[in-house]
């Protein structure tokens, strides 16, 4: 019995070796430190377009991401900017739409009045998504939610009225 104990210990003995042989020494990171002084400035000037290449590459995508998601192209993004770009975005797709109805040869004069009124609200609605920016997180949201439902009912009376 007592040689069974004592071979168990030694077994379990070289495992605790192991764990302890592939902790970091004072040596080992001499060593390693060595080897990234040689491979480092070997390796950027390799990696470091590729590195600027993905990067700008990541961007791209998140752009025309962003872009696609407010419905508007990726040169305009620039405009639609903050919190409330995507709202700002809408409201600028709605003026265009109030804009063709005025244009539309089927236009009819209570089409004309929608627009004058629709245009005006909308000149409001983008004043008050510009004001929000400033505002604490709560009163931007809630402010955000009031406009978004204002925006709704235009655009579902543009659609009606452009006969979509």
């Known amino acids: 019995m007592r040689g069974h104990r004592h071979s168990r210990d030694k077994a379990a003995e070289p495992a605790g070796n192991v764990e302890h042989e592939s902790a970091l020494t004072p040596k080992k990171a001499k060593n390693a430190v060595r080897v990234a002084k040689v491979i480092i400035p070997a390796a950027v000037p390799v990696v470091a377009p590729l590195a600027v290449r993905a990067a700008g590459a990541a961007r791209d995508a998140y752009d025309r991401y962003q872009a696609r998601r407010m419905g508007i192209s990726v040169e305009q993004l620039s405009e ?10 809408r409201i ?41 920016e400033r505002m604490p ?27 979509i």
């Open 80 to 89: 639609y900017t903050g919190r409330g770009g995507a709202l700002l975005a």
């Open 92 to 132: 600028a797709g709605a003026a265009d739409g109030l804009t063709e109805l005025r244009r539309s040869p089927k236009v009819t004069d209570d089409d004309l009045t929608f627009a004058e009124r629709g245009q005006s609200t909308l000149e409001q609605l983008a004043a008050s998504v510009r004001a929000a």
């Open 137 to 163: 997180a709560a009163r931007r949201k809630a402010a955000h939610r009031a406009v978004a439902a204002e925006l709704e009912h235009i655009e579902s009376q543009l659609l009606h009225r452009l006969g």
